[in-house]
């Protein structure tokens, strides 16, 4: 049971969205956010043009992907935030065997993937007769090769499990895309996913970082650099939150916070919740954002996906459409996504060895303009199998009243999140 007077703790997306359900379950809540700005790696930021020119590059998420009759479609009705349909999509690659291939995620890609043979692509039409699984310890990649064959596996996913997840499909439990179970028991991925409906690449209006603006807007309890840095139980489950020089009480704490930081205030209080948080691993990325002149027949975006190992270290690129008002006027904006799980070589270390790696796939590249690193410490976290055995054990060691939720809990995709955040919140008695 959680009561009245709720303490959330961290203001990335999963703090806001817990705030704000609870709110909407008539509950008291205040929110503390230790950076000055709400959002967390959901935050789109300036990035004047070579002249001055108005620009923004995206922290995390460069748009939102809404399924319709989902929880972020409700999320985002209910908010009333504008937004702009990011379709129709520009040429899709996956890098593999030294050139780029259509990808695999369209029919004309299928049809000519690289590495699969024509059994290969025969044994994917049969998806839908495959029974569903239940296997808690199943991979990504075992998942996969039962669905739709060895050969994807093998062949295909490796590319596009990388490029989204920073991570080898052999690594990656089913908790990461929770969406996939769901899908299967729908009648399976192809069938699933007709009958779920397409899902829509959505941007709000002023950028991703619109839906956290937004969310701390309406809450109006935010409260940013205001960092939490120990917890305290006291008498009749209430807990004292200390912080830099002031302290709160409350009836319940929600932690939203990545699994390290949740980790360092727990140790007192739930040394066995903040053990298993540990052992969470978190993915490192770098990620490079360049302008360059304009490439004709790029103009609706593109999107290149390496097979690893062979971009060594380089995950992946995608472009912003010609006409996103995040770019500037007449330049074609990149991110590059290096790191994660992958050894990154030494030569794709600098952005001279990223350009030069990023141009064997896309040699049409021009030097670029402008150019900029961000590096995301601890990006995502790398949700291996059986990590729901070990979140059952974590929850059941948290003292009462105490409550954690986050990427580490419902899976780094937004859609999850928001999701597993509101079923969260329903669970919870008044
Ligand atoms: C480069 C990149 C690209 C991504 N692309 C996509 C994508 O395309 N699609 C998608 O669905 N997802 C994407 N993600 C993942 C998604 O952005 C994250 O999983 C999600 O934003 C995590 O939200 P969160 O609130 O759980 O954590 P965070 O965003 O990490 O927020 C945690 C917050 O807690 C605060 N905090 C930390 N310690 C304390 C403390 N002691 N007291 C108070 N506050 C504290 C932090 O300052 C931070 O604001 C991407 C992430 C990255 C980094």
């Known amino acids: 049971m959680i009561s009245p007077r709720t303490l959330v703790l961290g203001g990335g997306l999963s703090g806001l969205l817990a705030a704000w359900h609870l709110r909407r379950q008539g509950r008291e809540v205040d929110l503390w956010e230790a950076s000055p700005a709400v959002g967390g790696w959901v935050q789109t930021l300036p990035w004047p043009g070579p002249a001055g020119e108005a620009g923004f590059v995206e922290r ?95 062949e295909l996913l490796p590319a596009l499990v990388a490029g989204v997840l920073a991570a080898p499909s052999e690594r990656l439990g089913m908790d990461m895309l929770p969406r996939l179970r769901e899908l299967e028991g729908r009648g399976g991925l192809l069938l699933g996913g007709l009958r779920a409906g397409r899902e829509r690449s959505r941007v709000p209006v002023g950028g991703t970082g619109a839906l956290p603006w ?148 896309l040699p049409e590249l021009p030097e670029p303009v402008q150019v900029r690193e961000e590096h995301c410490p601890a990006a995502f976290p790398l949700l291996e199998p059986g990590h729901g055995t070990r979140v059952a054990r974590l929850l059941s060691d948290l003292p009462p009243n105490l409550h954690w939720v986050g990427a580490a809990r419902f899976g780094p995709g937004l859609p999850d999140l928001a999701e597993g955040i509101e079923g969260w919140t329903r669970s919870l008695s008044i």
């Open 214 to 361: 937004a969310l701390a807007a309406q809450l109006g309890c935010v409260h940013t650099n205001r960092a939490a840095r120990g917890l305290e139980s006291l008498p009749g489950g209430r807990w004292r939150i200390h912080g830099d020089g002031l302290t709160s009480e409350a009836e319940a704490v929600a932690l939203a916070l990545p699994a390290r930081s949740a980790a360092e205030l727990l140790r007192p209080v739930a040394p066995g919740s903040a053990q298993i948080l540990e052992t969470i691993p978190q993915l490192d990325l770098r990620v490079w954002h360049s302008r360059h002149a304009k490439v004709k027949g790029w103009e609706r975006d593109i999107s290149l996906l390496v097979h690893p190992p062979e971009g060594r270290g380089l995950l992946g690129a995608v472009s912003l459409q010609a006409e996103d008002p995040r770019g500037v006027p007449g330049l074609l904006q990149v991110r590059t996504y290096v790191g994660g799980a992958f050894p990154v070589e030494p030569e794709v270390e600098t952005w001279s060895g990223v350009l030069r790696e990023l141009r064997r796939w």
């Open 60 to 154: 995390g998420p460069q748009a939102l992907r809404v399924g319709h009759g989902t929880a972020l479609e409700r999320l985002l009705g209910e908010l009333r935030l504008g937004l702009h349909p990011t379709s129709p999509k520009g040429p899709r690659w996956i890098g593999k065997e030294g050139r780029r291939h259509t990808s695999p995620a369209s029919l004309a890609g299928l049809l000519r993937a690289p590495g699969l043979g024509l059994g290969g692509k025969l044994r994917m039409l049969t998806e839908p007769f495959i029974p569903a699984g239940d296997g808690p310890e199943e991979t990504l990649h075992s998942f996969f090769a039962r669905r739709l064959g060895v050969g994807f596996a093998r």
